[in-house]
């Protein structure tokens, strides 16, 4: 359908590898462990420290690894080997959606969203929303989705994280050169630079477009920091959820109405847009006012655009939910309601909440009314979603408000640990891969023998130690912090120990600070004679959230307490590298959100595909994975009036279940030093949740819930 973005040059590659330059612009490699190790074995110290980064790690490579490489058997045999999968992979005409659907093959759609967290090369991303549209996006190309990505590149993304020695949070943005990122500017057919822009007031943007492969999929991404903008305009795009109305209402533009005309500009026209939560929902205006341009009524228009969109709401808070004043509306949309066949009244009327600051244009009241089919991320988000918007259904009960729930999963492929895939290969047979979602796939896993799973567990474990010690070392090495930091950064991790992790944004409903409420019963937890306990902590506090960082900054007060000897470690900077990292190499996943304000969750997925045991409160997706064998629930499924009450029968029941289930089961070994009963659940979590919790589960949901019908349903439009 497009061709894929390609390195200006290959300039400075030998001719005999070029073609990693074609590698380093798909992130495909990020999912294929292989291809990623042609890069890593070039230069592996460069590969870590330019932070996986192959467009800049290429661009930076002395001469002499190369040359090294063309004299290496071994590394031709499997650069060949790698390229012949990338070339086949990108080739294949037999997927999951051509075999189902191939009289839809040509039918796009386009999938918007704020942040796409691909890799940590690519910082464009600042959480679990990020790492869902890019998890999304690379099953899309898996399962063959006629699919394009439509977002952003930002200059210098999500904030980075630095704890002081006091247990505050500081933030600091780094500028990133896009020349070191694996995109490509979309040009006209005359090869200039492709614009498309938006009027902002009093003034128009332009704004630039990138593409990006994801396997065979492209993401586009847009940023207005073009040369003809005003200095100010070309910063609107440099950093990703500002706390400024009027950059949010911009971006929201950018990506809304300056996604629609990109998508044009491009000549694509897709059949299905899809609104990964309310921040695209400037997408339904747009495309109402090209309809009306073109001779609808606005009624008839809003049918249109009704029966080809699909919304997912990610927000089980109401105050969570965007909205922008009236006053802000008119600011930015003067005469807009003109152009979609409206008066300023019934233009406000389309999204219109009463906030406490006065009229409101909400975003997800926009997004709900103007798509035909949406969703919830989790069933019983579902369940609090219906209730949460039954308002805009008079009338229909609460369990029938029309809200479906497509409950998330995780990219099997990004998230599994190198080595677990080599022994799957071995046990689960060749092409499993292809089956994942299939239950019985993973049948076979429970014939592994236990000596050889938990050798690669003990493995992966020894590997975050390694991890962490080295980050503790950098630290040491180029900032003057205290030692006490480089303990609390995990410098005395032992591998041999009980390792729980708890990695997430530092939002107050996530309650890290639940197994504080007892500081003492903690300490006694972690220093038990024979069975002690580490915990490593890793997440960031949005800069605004000052309560967010509170809870940090009380959480590393007590990390850095001699008595706690190490055994609390903070890991600074929390990004996807970290996360592969600790859901890889823990032994348990520990998830405490206040039920039931986690819509989804999919770091405990991501976990549980590696064989690391979920504890959490039954939220999220948990009620429907855990079946009594392939983790732990903490509490029960029951609603509190009270937070405190809460928060204290929750913090009760997670001490109670870590000290007399879950640590005694981890130090019962057998004659061979093997915990038999653990290894057991490990193989149930894997078993039973890595089919049902996975993006190809997810999105194949998608494509038959949502996109096929709306695809069918615009049939002979447009
Ligand atoms: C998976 C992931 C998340 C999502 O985690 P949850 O707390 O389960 O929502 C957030 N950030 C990063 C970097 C991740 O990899």
């Given at each position: 359908?497009?061709?894929?973005?390609q390195?200006?040059?290959?300039?400075?590659?030998?001719?005999?590898?070029?073609?990693?330059?074609?590698?380093?612009?798909?992130?495909?490699w990020?999912?294929?462990?292989?291809?990623?190790?042609?890069f890593?074995?070039?230069?592996?110290?460069?590969?870590?420290?330019?932070?996986?980064?192959?467009?800049?790690?290429?661009r930076?490579?002395?001469?002499?690894?190369?040359?090294?490489?063309?004299?290496?058997?071994?590394?031709?045999?499997?650069?060949?080997?790698?390229?012949?999968?990338?070339?086949?992979?990108?080739?294949?005409?037999?997927t999951?959606?051509?075999?189902?659907?191939?009289?839809?093959?040509d039918?796009?759609?386009?999938?918007?969203?704020?942040?796409?967290g691909?890799?940590?090369?690519?910082?464009?991303?600042?959480?679990?929303?990020?790492?869902?549209?890019?998890?999304?996006?690379?099953?899309?190309?898996?399962?063959?989705?006629?699919?394009?990505?439509v977002?952003?590149?930002?200059?210098?993304?999500?904030?980075?994280?630095?704890?002081?020695?006091?247990?505050?949070?500081?933030?600091?943005?780094?500028?990133i050169d896009?020349?070191?990122?694996?995109?490509k500017?979309?040009?006209?057919?005359?090869?200039?630079?492709l614009?498309?822009?938006?009027?902002?007031?009093?003034?128009?943007?332009?704004?630039?477009?990138?593409?990006m492969?994801?396997?065979?999929?492209?993401?586009?991404?847009?940023?207005?920091?073009v040369?003809?903008?005003?200095?100010?305009?070309?910063d609107?795009?440099?950093?990703?959820?500002?706390?400024?109305?009027?950059?949010?209402?911009?971006?929201?533009?950018?990506?809304?109405?300056?996604?629609v005309?990109?998508?044009?500009?491009?000549?694509?026209?897709?059949?299905?847009?899809?609104?990964?939560?309310?921040?695209?929902?400037?997408?339904?205006?747009?495309?109402?006012?090209?309809?009306?341009?073109?001779?609808?009524?606005?009624?008839?228009?809003?049918?249109?655009?009704?029966?080809s969109?699909?919304?997912?709401?990610?927000?089980?808070?109401?105050?969570?939910?965007?909205?922008?004043?009236?006053?802000?509306?008119?600011?930015?949309?003067?005469?807009?309601?003109?152009?979609?066949?409206?008066?300023?009244?019934?233009?406000?009327?389309?999204?219109?909440v009463d906030?406490?600051w006065?009229?409101?244009?909400?975003?997800?009241?926009?997004?709900?009314?103007?798509?035909?089919?949406?969703?919830?991320?989790?069933?019983?988000?579902?369940?609090?979603?219906?209730?949460m918007?039954?308002?805009?259904?008079?009338g229909?009960?609460?369990?029938?408000?029309?809200?479906?729930?497509?409950?998330?999963?995780?990219?099997?492929?990004?998230?599994?640990?190198?080595?677990?895939?080599?022994?799957f290969?071995?046990?689960?047979?060749?092409d499993?891969?292809?089956?994942?979602?299939?239950?019985?796939?993973?049948?076979?896993?429970?014939?592994?023998?236990?000596?050889?799973?938990?050798?690669?567990?003990?493995?992966?474990k020894?590997?975050?130690q390694?991890?962490?010690?080295d980050?503790?070392?950098?630290?040491?090495?180029?900032?003057?912090?205290?030692?006490?930091q480089?303990?609390?950064?995990?410098?005395?991790?032992?591998?041999?120990?009980?390792?729980?992790?708890?990695?997430?944004?530092?939002a107050?409903?996530?309650?890290?600070?639940?197994?504080?409420?007892?500081?003492?019963?903690?300490l006694?937890?972690?220093?038990?004679?024979?069975?002690?306990?580490?915990?490593?902590?890793?997440?960031?506090?949005?800069?605004?959230?000052?309560?967010?960082?509170?809870?940090?900054?009380?959480?590393?007060?007590?990390?850095?307490?001699?008595?706690?000897?190490?055994?609390?470690?903070?890991?600074?900077?929390?990004?996807q590298?970290i996360?592969?990292?600790?859901?890889?190499?823990?032994?348990?996943?520990?998830?405490?959100?206040?039920?039931?304000?986690?819509?989804?969750?999919?770091?405990?997925?991501?976990?549980?595909?590696?064989?690391?045991?979920?504890?959490?409160?039954?939220?999220?997706?948990?009620?429907?994975?855990?079946?009594?064998?392939?983790?732990?629930?903490?509490?029960?499924?029951?609603?509190?009036?009270?937070?405190?009450?809460?928060d204290?029968?929750?913090?009760?029941?997670?001490?109670?279940?870590?000290?007399?289930?879950?640590?005694?089961?981890?130090?019962?070994?057998?004659e061979?030093?093997?915990?038999?009963?653990?290894?057991?659940?490990?193989?149930?979590?894997?078993a039973t949740?890595?089919?049902?919790?996975?993006t190809?589960?997810?999105?194949?949901?998608?494509?038959?819930?949502?996109?096929?019908?709306?695809?069918?349903?615009?049939?002979?439009?447009?």
């Amino acid at each position: 359908m497009h061709n894929h973005p390609q390195p200006a040059s290959a300039t400075g590659l030998p001719r005999r590898i070029r073609r990693l330059a074609d590698l380093a612009y798909n992130v495909w490699w990020t999912w294929n462990p292989d291809a990623m190790r042609l890069f890593a074995k070039l230069d592996p110290q460069s590969w870590h420290r330019l932070n996986h980064n192959p467009a800049k790690f290429l661009r930076t490579i002395e001469r002499k690894h190369l040359n090294a490489a063309l004299t290496d058997i071994q590394y031709l045999e499997s650069y060949d080997r790698v390229m012949a999968q990338f070339d086949a992979y990108l080739g294949d005409q037999r997927t999951w959606f051509a075999a189902e659907f191939p009289q839809l093959k040509d039918r796009v759609v386009a999938y918007l969203s704020m942040e796409f967290g691909l890799h940590e090369s690519l910082p464009i991303y600042a959480g679990g929303l990020g790492v869902l549209s890019g998890d999304h996006s690379k099953e899309a190309s898996d399962i063959g989705l006629p699919f394009v990505g439509v977002g952003f590149i930002y200059q210098q993304g999500y904030f980075r994280q630095h704890i002081t020695e006091d247990g505050w949070q500081e933030a600091y943005w780094e500028n990133i050169d896009v020349a070191d990122l694996p995109v490509k500017p979309v040009a006209t057919p005359d090869g200039d630079e492709l614009l498309v822009s938006v009027e902002l007031p009093g003034r128009v943007v332009n704004i630039r477009i990138w593409e990006m492969g994801v396997g065979r999929v492209p993401l586009f991404l847009m940023d207005t920091n073009v040369e003809s903008n005003s200095p100010a305009d070309r910063d609107l795009t440099a950093r990703l959820y500002s706390s400024d109305l009027d950059v949010r209402i911009t971006q929201e533009i950018v990506l809304g109405i300056g996604g629609v005309r990109a998508l044009r500009a491009m000549n694509i026209n897709p059949k299905v847009w899809h609104m990964n939560e309310g921040h695209s929902a400037f997408i339904i205006l747009e495309r109402i006012a090209e309809l009306v341009k073109a001779g609808r009524s606005f009624d008839a228009a809003a049918a249109d655009v009704r029966a080809s969109t699909v919304f997912t709401t990610h927000t089980p808070v109401p105050a969570g939910n965007e909205a922008f004043p009236q006053w802000l509306m008119e600011k930015y949309f003067p005469q807009y309601w003109d152009r979609m066949g409206l008066d300023r009244d019934s233009f406000m009327a389309l999204a219109k909440v009463d906030q406490q600051w006065g009229p409101s244009f909400s975003m997800p009241t926009l997004a709900i009314r103007f798509s035909e089919r949406r969703n919830a991320v989790s069933e019983l988000h579902g369940q609090v979603s219906r209730k949460m918007w039954q308002f805009l259904w008079p009338g229909v009960k609460e369990d029938e408000v029309p809200i479906t729930s497509i409950t998330n999963g995780i990219h099997t492929g990004s998230w599994l640990a190198r080595r677990l895939r080599l022994l799957f290969d071995r046990s689960l047979g060749a092409d499993w891969y292809e089956h994942l979602d299939d239950p019985e796939t993973w049948d076979s896993l429970l014939s592994i023998p236990d000596e050889e799973l938990w050798a690669v567990h003990r493995h992966l474990k020894r590997r975050l130690q390694i991890f962490m010690n080295d980050r503790a070392r950098a630290q040491w090495a180029t900032t003057r912090i205290h030692p006490v930091q480089i303990i609390a950064s995990g410098a005395l991790m032992d591998p041999n120990v009980l390792t729980i992790g708890f990695a997430r944004r530092f939002a107050t409903y996530k309650r890290a600070g639940l197994l504080f409420r007892d500081v003492d019963r903690l300490l006694r937890l972690v220093n038990r004679p024979n069975m002690p306990v580490q915990f490593v902590f890793a997440g960031k506090a949005h800069p605004a959230d000052d309560p967010g960082k509170r809870v940090i900054q009380e959480l590393y007060r007590v990390i850095k307490r001699a008595e706690f000897a190490g055994r609390l470690i903070f890991i600074e900077d929390y990004d996807q590298n970290i996360a592969r990292h600790i859901v890889q190499g823990c032994d348990v996943w520990l998830n405490t959100p206040r039920r039931p304000h986690e819509a989804s969750g999919t770091s405990g997925q991501k976990a549980a595909l590696n064989g690391v045991l979920n504890c959490s409160i039954l939220d999220g997706w948990w009620p429907e994975g855990f079946n009594g064998e392939n983790g732990w629930a903490i509490g029960g499924e029951h609603d509190y009036d009270r937070e405190d009450e809460q928060d204290a029968a929750d913090s009760e029941s997670l001490f109670g279940l870590l000290e007399n289930e879950i640590v005694p089961l981890y130090y019962k070994v057998d004659e061979k030093d093997l915990p038999r009963e653990w290894i057991r659940k490990m193989k149930e979590s894997i078993a039973t949740l890595a089919p049902a919790f996975s993006t190809r589960r997810m999105v194949k949901d998608y494509a038959t819930q949502m996109y096929v019908p709306a695809m069918q349903e615009t049939a002979d439009d447009e």
